[in-house]
């Protein structure tokens, strides 16, 4: 497949984040023509604000950005066992600009966290919160990488073999998935 465009939003913004890393080693399994880290430092959601101000210019160049994608990576830790803060605020403000970003657009889902569960719950909470989107959630392999902070080498390349097996299945599933909306 030529011109394949993916996105990835990251639940973390610490730059050396496990999350991010992943992200960054799925987009490079994924091997898009182009990969582009949405920056989702929004302003807290406040339907007061959006009605006094209107959409932010960063949250419409997301969703805008989520539109044009052919794929969208997700990838979020557990914080207190749910998505973060910085992810769920993105998908409230998203969720609020016109037309559709989300719909039919192919999804993976992929989480990374100190745990032995390497995220389970937090994965599950965004799926619910993705669902009225009505993405095409790619089903599996379920990517939920445990005791991340050693997983990955000094290059930030993930060295866990049975992770790579993983994440390298999922982001096929994901390439499939966008093969069949192109078709």
Same mark, same amino acid.
């Given at each position: 497949?030529?011109?394949?465009?993916?996105?990835?939003?990251?639940?973390?913004?610490?730059?050396?984040?496990?999350?991010?890393?992943?992200?960054?080693?799925?987009?490079?399994?994924?091997?898009?023509?182009?990969?582009?880290?949405?920056?989702?430092?929004?302003?807290?959601?406040?339907?007061?604000?959006?009605?006094?101000?209107?959409?932010? @210019? *960063?949250?419409?160049? %997301?969703?805008?950005?989520? #539109?044009?994608?052919? !794929?969208? /990576?997700?990838? &979020? +830790?557990?914080?207190?066992?749910?998505?973060?803060?910085?992810?769920?605020?993105?998908?409230?403000?998203?969720?609020?600009?016109?037309?559709?970003?989300?719909?039919?657009?192919?999804?993976?889902?992929?989480? @990374? *966290?100190?745990?032995? %569960?390497?995220?389970?719950? #937090?994965?599950?909470? !965004?799926? /619910?919160?993705? &669902? +009225?989107?009505?993405?095409?959630?790619?089903?599996?392999?379920?990517?939920?990488?445990?005791?991340?902070?050693?997983?990955?080498?000094?290059?930030?390349?993930?060295?866990?073999?049975?992770?790579?097996?993983?994440?390298?299945?999922?982001?096929?599933?994901?390439?499939?998935?966008?093969?069949?909306?192109?078709?």
């Amino acid at each position: 497949m030529s011109d394949m465009k993916l996105v990835g939003l990251c639940g973390s913004l610490r730059a050396e984040s496990s999350n991010r890393k992943l992200m960054f080693e799925a987009a490079r399994l994924f091997a898009p023509d182009a990969f582009t880290e949405l920056d989702l430092r929004f302003p807290l959601f406040d339907e007061d604000s959006q009605n006094a101000d209107g959409i932010p @210019a *960063a949250v419409q160049q %997301a969703a805008d950005q989520i #539109a044009g994608a052919d !794929a969208v /990576l997700v990838v &979020t +830790p557990e914080y207190n066992k749910g998505i973060s803060g910085v992810l769920k605020n993105a998908l409230d403000w998203i969720s609020r600009t016109e037309g559709t970003p989300w719909q039919d657009k192919p999804v993976a889902l992929l989480s @990374a *966290a100190a745990g032995r %569960a390497g995220g389970e719950r #937090a994965q599950n909470m !965004a799926r /619910l919160c993705l &669902t +009225p989107f009505r993405p095409r959630l790619v089903a599996g392999p379920e990517m939920m990488l445990a005791q991340s902070r050693s997983q990955f080498g000094d290059d930030g390349r993930l060295i866990d073999a049975r992770g790579q097996g993983l994440l390298q299945s999922l982001m096929e599933e994901l390439r499939t998935e966008v093969g069949r909306m192109r078709d």
